[in-house]
């Protein structure tokens, strides 16, 4: 083997441990998370500052793409402690959507130093949603109330491709919303078996 193939795999094995230490950190952060009572959360942030923290988090959870802080169990365990689901989805779903906001921004502002590969791909995308318009705002909230992953990647694509501010963001915030308000109620009828799980 010759050391053009030797060099490719150390990048790759690289690649894959700084993954699989990306999701350790994750798995460790919401099990230590999850450990933490309901009652003592509520006691060390005030029910009024939950909600404020809720915003903070989902916000933070928001705008980090990859590397983004687990504040599904957070909302779960304060939900679990007595406070409003809804009040809670609905904060930490304005967090995510001013999170997503400043991704916009970002997407919009990287568009001119992609390479020629990335901006013929961008273009083709641009053409595909050009042909079906009324598909892209469902599929938007769909994909806000069903992933747990950050929006990043879509708003930033969107973005790139000139797509509406408004029309990228306000479905994904009525998604979120209701992502996070199951979420929070399924922190107030099942978080005891979830943290029996872990």
């Known amino acids: ?17 700084s993954a699989a230490m990306a999701i350790g950190a994750y798995i460790a952060i919401s099990i230590a998370v999850a450990s933490f009572p309901a009652e003592d959360l509520i006691d060390a942030v005030g029910a009024t500052n939950a909600y404020v923290l809720m915003f903070s988090l989902g916000m933070i959870g928001g705008f980090t793409t990859f590397t983004g802080i687990p504040y599904h169990l957070v909302l779960m365990s304060l939900a679990a402690s007595g406070l409003s689901p809804v009040a809670l989805g609905v904060s930490t779903a304005m967090g995510v959507m001013l999170g997503d906001s400043t991704m916009y921004l970002v997407g919009s502002k990287v568009k001119s130093s992609m390479p020629p ?82």
Do not use: C
Not at 1 to 17: D, H, S
């Open 1 to 17: 083997m010759t050391a053009e193939g030797i060099a490719p795999r150390r990048k790759r094995g690289r690649k894959i441990t």
């Open 117 to 198: 590969r990335i901006e013929a791909t961008i273009e083709h995308l641009a053409e595909r949603m050009a042909r079906h318009p009324r598909l892209v705002p469902p599929a938007l909230v769909t994909y806000g109330a069903v992933s747990p992953f950050s929006n990043d990647f879509v708003v930033a694509s969107l973005s790139m491709i000139g797509y509406s501010y408004w029309r990228t963001i306000l479905p994904l915030a009525m998604g979120n919303t209701l992502y996070n308000i199951a979420l929070a109620y399924l922190g107030l009828y099942a978080y005891d078996a979830i943290v029996d799980w872990f």
